[in-house]
């Protein structure tokens, strides 16, 4: 089953079990079923519990935090990553802090669907990366899936969370990741990563759609001799250190890999939490792969595959630094 599929299945298995559950957001109805396809039939289906919202995030989000109060457990589907930003404040001010403002006695299960990254030729509004923002916020949850079994598990996971939980879904891998979908109840815990793959030589902590892609540079560096392993986060906040750590004490080399700009970008963290309390495991400098600092990411093609972090510059990169 490919990713978009997944997500698909998963949220006519939730409609079913859970009769709290509704989903809105632009465009999300039937007959569309999402720009993406993601909640095709949903409203056929389900009825009003799917249903089209004005083209206004800030309402979305408020919609959601409200519904969630209300006893619902809402799924506010934002069309693209670039267009939350209008629902910045809701989602920093009010989802993530609901909890804690008051002193435990309310939650917000609250969940948000973003479709992010670039590779699908969407230039500057379709194609931002933006989980350094809200990574930042305690009180938010935020998970990146990047198999069609993981889509479904966080989904799950996500819908039974007290908290407000924001899925970001790496758009470039909706129809490329192929993979099993488990039938019947599956879980990702929040908070537990991924091993893709395991080696001696080198490590790549990665997520979302450069999981997909950190994966086939292991595969052809093995081809070379040389023995990756390959951390999919998963969870972003919160951060499951202890996987990073067995991982870094097993190669000492480390490269981290994301496809958002490099500055004060995710990568950026993993890197300041490796030096602060893995440092004498290190047997080579840290490094970071990302896109280069330019605003967004370019229309043309061959413009984008010069920006996007690819297998081929993983691979590049992860030779040099197991020979270091």
């Not at 989903?23 to 009003?48: C, H, M, N, Q, W």
């Not at 206004?56 to 619902?72: D, H, M, Q, R």
């Not at 080399?253 to 490796?274: P, R, S, T, W, Y």
């Amino acid at each position: 089953m490919n990713l978009i599929t997944a997500i698909n299945q998963t949220l006519h298995e939730i409609f079913e079990a859970i009769p709290e559950t509704s989903i809105f957001g632009e465009d999300v109805a039937d007959p569309k079923g999402g720009v993406f396809k993601a909640t095709v039939g949903l409203t056929d289906r389900f009825g009003s519990r799917s249903f089209n919202a004005p083209l206004a995030e800030s309402l979305i989000v408020g919609v959601g935090i409200g519904k969630a109060a209300a006893g619902g457990r809402p799924i506010a589907e934002i069309q693209f990553a670039d267009f939350i930003h209008p629902g910045f404040d809701q989602i920093v001010s009010e989802a993530a802090r609901i909890s804690y403002r008051s002193a435990g006695r309310w939650t917000c299960p609250l969940v948000i669907r973003v479709p992010f990254g670039g590779g699908i030729h969407g230039a500057l509004y379709h194609s931002q990366s933006i989980e350094a923002f809200y990574t930042h916020v305690p009180g938010l949850k935020v998970v990146a899936p990047s198999t069609p079994a993981d889509a479904k598990g966080l989904l799950w996971a996500a819908i039974r969370d007290p908290d407000p939980v924001m899925v970001l879904e790496p758009k470039r891998l909706y129809r490329l990741a192929r993979g099993p979908w488990p039938e019947g109840e599956h879980v990702v815990p929040i908070g537990k990563a991924a091993l893709r793959r395991l080696g001696d030589d080198v490590t790549i902590v990665t997520y979302g759609a450069m999981a997909h892609f950190a994966a086939e540079a292991a595969d052809r560096l093995a081809a070379e001799g040389i023995a990756a392993t390959v951390l999919d986060l998963r969870s972003l906040r919160p951060l499951d250190w202890p996987s990073i750590e067995a991982a870094v004490h097993r190669t000492g080399k480390v490269l981290v890999v994301h496809e958002d700009n490099g500055f004060v970008g995710f990568g950026a963290e993993i890197v300041a939490q490796i030096a602060e309390k893995a440092f004498d495991w290190l047997d080579a400098p840290l490094q970071r792969y990302t896109a280069p600092e330019v605003p967004n990411f370019p229309f043309a093609g061959g413009l984008e595959r010069q920006v996007l972090p690819s297998t081929d510059g993983i691979v590049e990169r992860a030779r040099l630094l197991a020979r270091y």
